[in-house]
């Protein structure tokens, strides 16, 4: 495992690449992209743990900050939907040519999932998506965050913490005007092509939204396997929540089915 910094010069993007165990190497990659705000936080653990079994499994990982995020280059102020589009593929261009691979897939959960979607139905380069609850509209998303975080506003009242409400947070995250008009206008229904030959969702329950998008998915000629995997969130939480405990279940159908499908 090494830490590095990759892409243009003005808008450098920090990625941790995990690399497969001597004699167990694939010729084959995966991208990890992370979830957005809060979620990051709470993914964190889960995600270094996914890049571990990955390895193991013999493929090449690299897992990244989208610009203006983590220890990536910029402030909130770059950040944007259309950015972070361009940042996977960004990564997969990283992956793809540092270690001279044709086979990469993504790998995303909540907004990274709907994210790895745009971006490969955009690069048309990509063999793989892993779509781990993906974020289908997002003015819907948006408000679920929202009504998170007047919650956990409301519990800090009651505990007697300082509960300052700025109209530009968001679970302790900045959210621009530019974001929150980005997210009023995601739709992952809008896609108007498969991102990829072979797709995976994975969601803990059933859902309407969910069954919609793999029968539009599969009318576009991918193939899409669906699973329901139940275990514990690590989304939709708040900052005063403990952390989470590492959803196995969801690492182990990740890795087995990209193992699968990968041949």
Request: hydrophobic share 40%.
């Amino acid at each position: 495992m090494h830490a590095c910094y990759f892409g243009s010069p003005d808008r450098r993007l920090f990625g941790i690449f995990e690399e497969p165990e001597d004699g167990a190497a694939r010729e084959a990659g995966v991208v990890l992209c992370y979830p957005y705000g809060a979620d990051y936080a709470t993914a964190f653990r889960t995600f270094r743990i996914l890049a571990t079994r990955l390895a193991k499994a013999g493929f090449h990982v690299l897992r990244f900050d989208y610009l203006g995020t983590g220890d990536s280059s910029g402030d909130a102020d770059v950040a944007s939907i259309e950015q972070w589009i361009t940042d996977v593929g960004t990564a997969v261009r990283e992956l793809r040519d540092s270690r001279g691979l044709r086979d990469v897939s993504l790998v995303g959960l909540r907004l990274g999932a709907t994210l790895a979607a745009l971006a490969a139905a955009r690069t048309k380069d990509v063999e793989r998506v892993v779509l781990w609850e993906p974020v289908v509209d997002g003015q819907e998303y948006l408000a679920a965050l929202q009504a998170l975080h007047r919650e956990w506003l409301q519990e800090a009242l009651r505990d007697g913490r300082n509960a300052q409400h700025l109209e530009d947070d968001l679970l302790g995250y900045q959210l621009t005007e530019r974001l929150r008009r980005d997210f009023v206008d995601l739709r992952l229904q809008s896609l108007a092509g498969a991102p990829a030959p072979s797709l995976y969702l994975m969601s803990k329950g059933s859902s309407d939204e969910y069954d919609c998008l793999v029968a539009m998915l599969r009318q576009q000629g991918a193939r899409v396997d669906a699973d329901r995997v139940e275990g514990p969130e690590i989304w939709s939480r708040t900052p005063s929540m403990d952390e989470s405990s590492v959803p196995t279940g969801a690492l182990r159908s990740i890795v087995t089915w990209l193992t699968s499908a990968s041949g």
